[in-house]
């Protein structure tokens, strides 16, 4: 015997079931327990409304500033300054870097951004990404020479690097929808 008719006797079961309970009450007993549902589900939606309100409102926060501190041209002193502590061995020689260098920098990289993170600000990722933006330029100018195996390990490095700049950003905007609940 097919499964369905098999279940067909406790349908009809579980349908009288609901007749018969429902019959033990007045079409007026019924509206009202309908209309309560609704005020219910009807208060439920408006406060998710106006939460998801708020956090759009501080999410456009957040990235209006984000935008205008970026806007803000970074100080080379100061882009030295975290190129030095960001790069190590390999400051100041970026535009030089082989293809045999390059695996290492970007390890470098990445092992200090993950170290400093918690203590970087907004403005200090800014500084970051820029080191970050001339490691990318180097591979660019001499991707033909690098073997596939090392250009690998730089897109894992890479695409760690935009995790942990992610990371500080979903922080941002959790601290912006903090900061407008109170």
């Known amino acids: 015997m097919p499964r ?5 006797p406790a349908a009809i079961v579980a349908g009288a079931a ?3 309970t ?3 009450s007045t079409p007026r007993e019924r509206q009202e327990v309908a209309r309560e549902g609704v005020r219910e589900l009807d208060t439920l939606a408006r406060t998710a409304a106006q939460k998801v309100a708020r956090l759009g409102k501080a999410t456009a926060r957040y990235d209006a500033a984000n935008r ?3 806007d803000q041209p970074l100080d080379p002193r100061q882009e030295i300054a975290m190129e030095t502590k960001l790069m190590g061995p390999y400051a100041g020689q970026l535009d030089n870097l082989t293809p045999t260098d390059l695996p290492n920098a970007y390890a470098q990289l990445i092992r200090v951004a993950r170290e400093q993170r918690d203590t970087w600000t907004d403005r200090d990722w800014d500084y970051a990404r820029a080191v ?8 660019k100018q ?3 020479d690098l073997p596939a195996r090392e250009e690998v390990r730089i897109r894992a490095r890479q695409a760690e690097f935009v995790a ?7 922080e941002g905007i959790k601290d912006a929808t903090r900061q407008q609940a109170k």
């Not at 369905?4 to 067909?8: A, D, G, K």
């Not at 970050?132 to 591979?139: E, H, I, S, T």
């Not at 942990?164 to 979903?170: D, F, H, P, S, V």
């Open 4 to 8: 369905s008719f098999s279940l067909l």
């Open 18 to 20: 609901l007749l018969l």
């Open 22 to 24: 429902s019959c033990d």
């Open 68 to 70: 205008a501190r970026r």
């Open 132 to 139: 970050y933006r001339r490691l990318n330029d180097q591979v």
């Open 142 to 144: 001499i991707r033909m």
């Open 164 to 170: 942990l700049q992610a990371g500080r950003t979903a």
